[in-house]
């Protein structure tokens, strides 16, 4: 079957250690099942899977991608939870000290066919395109978790979100105002900005400029470049719900002013299979549906990397299937 996978580990050239050609068909183990694929969605993660982050050369080579739908063996449409327990874990599989994501340990979603344990099978709403459906079991399911579970926030409240291309960024965007939040950005780019004000934000601003006001919640997916603008943006009490460092792990804590005004910084990884049940549920019942960049043949999944890597991304890059 053809496969976009990761033959090597380059931490300097990523897209080096890529490559699209033929893997052989998977075969499940007990309580697995086949997915025949019919789109899959690209992440940041399989950036740093390329890179060699969470994927140790040992497991080389290794399909790439964590997002999918397709038919299930018995027909049914289904939408892959890419958050795989260890063998006899019960509750939050985010919790799972154990856990891994989908060609973490076990190949991904960027293939014709994928293995998956029965269990990580959500129905597929027949409103939802293929597409759509592919984009939402990693970015789309992380900004649902980080949201509505972790930050503690309710409707009205002021929320900026750090970045406004990225595929988390444009789904907290979309989330945030269909559920009824003021949701602003920032971004490096005006045009950009402006983009996440069509898709949903209130405002946008410049990245680091200073706001009217202090928000109530930060979402965090950029780290070092925006960290202290996050924490200089919250009111006393406000709370930074963090799942990502694209720009790197090593910014100022500023701790002074975390203890001082009682702020909150919160973890916030992937999401349960129940939460993508109900990312589903909401996305049925508001009508909002993932900001798709592109969509593009498997075989063109260089392309889609590049575009991955190009900072006028905006929104989730999509594979079909041959
Ligand atoms: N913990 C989890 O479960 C989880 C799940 C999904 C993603 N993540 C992580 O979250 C991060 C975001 O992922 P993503 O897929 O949404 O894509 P991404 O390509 O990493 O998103 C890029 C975003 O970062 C912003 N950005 C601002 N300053 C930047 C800088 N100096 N360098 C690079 N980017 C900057 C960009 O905004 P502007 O260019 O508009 O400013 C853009 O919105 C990644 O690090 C990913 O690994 C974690």
Redesign the pocket.
């Known amino acids: 079957m053809l496969a976009a996978y990761a033959a090597r580990i380059d931490a300097n050239d990523p897209l080096s250690a890529l490559e699209v050609g033929e893997r052989p068909d998977p075969t499940p183990p007990s309580g697995w099942t086949t997915v025949s694929v019919r789109a899959a969605g690209l ?3 399989d950036v ?1 899977s390329l890179k060699g982050v969470g994927l140790p050369a040992d497991r080389l080579p290794m399909i790439l991608g964590c997002d999918g739908a397709g038919v299930d063996a018995d027909g049914n449409e289904v939408i892959i939870h890419a958050v795989v327990p260890s063998d006899g874990w019960t509750g939050d599989e985010t919790l799972d000290p154990r856990r891994t994501l989908l060609s973490e340990l076990h190949d991904g979603t960027l293939a014709q066919y994928v293995a998956v344990p029965t269990r990580n099978l959500v129905p597929k709403p027949a409103g939802l395109s293929w597409a759509h459906a592919a984009c939402l079991s ?2 789309w399911l ?1 900004a649902y978790r980080m949201l509505f579970v972790n930050a503690g926030l309710t409707p009205g409240a002021t929320v900026l979100v ?8 444009t789904a907290l965007v979309q989330l945030g105002a269909a559920a009824g939040y003021r949701v602003w950005v ?4 005006e045009a ?1 900005g402006a983009r996440a004000v069509e898709v949903g934000a209130d405002r946008a601003f410049a ?1 680091g400029e200073r706001l009217p006001e202090r928000v109530d919640g930060v979402m965090e ?2 780290g070092q ?2 960290w202290s603008h996050s924490v200089k943006a919250l009111k006393p009490g406000g709370v930074i719900v963090t ?5 790197g792990d090593a910014p100022p804590a500023e701790l002074t002013r975390v203890f001082f005004l009682q702020l909150r910084v919160v973890g ?3 999401g349960t299979r129940d939460e993508l049940d109900r990312l589903m549920r909401f996305c049925a019942v508001t009508g909002v549906r993932p900001q798709i960049d592109r969509v593009l043949p498997l075989e063109q999944a260089r392309d889609g990397f590049e575009r ?1 890597l190009d ?1 006028d ?1 905006f929104g989730k890059v999509v594979f079909t299937r041959p």
């Open positions: 992440n940041h993660h740093w990693t970015a992380t750090q970045g406004a291309g990225g595929g988390v960024a920032t971004s490096r780019d950009r990245s997916t950029v470049a925006t799942c990502g460092a694209t720009s916030s990884t992937m991955m900072a991304l």
